[in-house]
């Protein structure tokens, strides 16, 4: 980031980052936040010059903050829309104000961003299937009987997660390897998640495997498999995001893996992007390294798109704790000492 600090220099007005809610995910407020504050720093770009917001669920409280930062002096956008309608409103709005958007984590389906910055989410769900594959197999599961559960049917990259990982478990359910108990709507609230796994488990009692496509959905699931008895090393349970309290499951024996994005990746990317904008001249081949199409307009956006990583035990040490995603001290508090010590974390 630091080379960046000449164009920096060069480009006029300020960059608003308008993040989506704190409910969804917590590394809204863990990461993103704090991640794409310090990259603008790093490059030079005054405190006064970056504004990070978050709606708060909010369609209406998101593009009036769009609306109010554009009157503010913002010439880039970085949107993590919450939904398709307001954030292609507000991608609307920017163009017709000569604003720059950049769709960041998710693309505004229908929009008219300039850029996109984000991870392979195809990729993602991928690692999520293959990643349900090993645990089925490391925790001897016999007979895998698996609910499969989805991200909001609004969020496009729910429907990539999906493509990902279905593409990975379909082939089983088709040759009877594995059986699919259920296939609830799906949503990214995680009350909402856990009352349709709830009513899943109840009319499939003999299910014994768990997709879920991140940690604040399987969190609460894996509270109501524990009331229920189920133990450690038993029941395979999925993620994304590598959040503390999905960290904490998986060293427990309660979640066999998570999908690990490096935000601070992410937001330095999303950054860079935002200071060419804000420079007038166009990100070079170097820092855009592909396009994603918009499935709804057909256009090929100009895309950064960045690798994810799954994570189990053995690899929290050289990825989330080795970036300072999450810290020893906050992972291995409590109770949850002794599972640290188990796979040898330590710092």
């Given amino acids: 980031m630091s080379s960046l600090k000449s164009l920096a220099a060069e480009g006029k007005g300020k960059i608003a980052a308008i993040l989506p809610d704190t409910t969804t995910s917590a590394r809204y407020t863990e990461f993103d936040a704090p991640y794409l504050m310090k990259?603008?720093?790093?490059a030079g770009i005054p405190s006064s010059d970056m504004i990070v917001q978050n709606a708060q669920g909010s369609d209406a409280t998101q593009y009036a903050d769009a609306q109010a930062?554009?009157?503010n002096g913002a010439d880039v956008i970085i949107l993590?829309?919450?939904d398709d309608g307001v954030g292609a409103k507000i991608e609307s709005y920017a163009k017709s104000k000569g604003a720059v958007v950049i769709d960041y984590d998710r693309m505004t389906t229908g929009g008219s961003r300039q850029y996109y910055v984000s991870f392979n989410?195809?990729?993602?769900?991928?690692l999520i299937g293959n990643g349900l594959v090993s645990c089925v197999a490391n925790w001897k599961v016999k007979n895998p009987n698996v609910i499969d559960m989805t991200g909001s049917p609004t969020d496009p990259n729910a429907a990539q997660f999906a493509q990902g990982y279905n593409?990975?478990?379909?082939p089983l359910f088709k040759a009877g390897t594995w059986k699919l108990a259920a296939s609830p709507?799906?949503?990214w609230d995680p009350p909402t998640a856990a009352t349709e796994f709830e009513q899943a488990y109840t009319a499939h009692p003999d299910a014994n495997a768990l997709l879920s496509p991140n940690d604040e959905n399987a969190a609460p699931i894996i509270t109501y498999l524990k009331s229920h008895g189920i133990k450690p090393d038993t029941f395979p349970v999925t993620g994304q995001d590598a959040t503390l309290v999905g960290l904490q499951n998986i060293i427990s024996g309660y979640q066999c893996g998570t999908v690990y994005k490096a935000i601070n990746q992410e937001a330095q990317a999303a950054v860079a992007v935002a200071i060419y904008a804000r420079a007038s001249k166009t990100p070079p081949s170097s820092l855009l390294n592909g396009t994603n199409k918009d499935p709804k307009t057909g256009a090929e956006v100009p895309s950064v798109l960045l690798a994810p990583q799954w994570v189990t035990p053995s690899t929290i040490s050289s990825t989330v704790i080795k970036d300072?995603?999450?810290t020893v001290s906050q992972l291995c508090s409590g109770s949850y000492a002794a599972d640290c010590t188990k796979y040898g974390i330590s710092g």
């Avoid at 990259?39 to 790093?42: I, L, P, R, V």
């Avoid at 989410?121 to 991928?126: A, D, K």
Wanted: charge should be negative; proline fraction near 0%.
């Fill in 324 to 326: 300072g995603a999450i």
């Fill in 69 to 71: 930062d554009i009157t």
């Fill in 80 to 82: 993590d829309g919450l």
């Fill in 121 to 126: 989410n195809v990729q993602v769900g991928t």
């Fill in 39 to 42: 990259a603008a720093s790093m």
């Fill in 185 to 187: 709507a799906g949503t």
């Fill in 167 to 170: 593409a990975v478990l379909n």
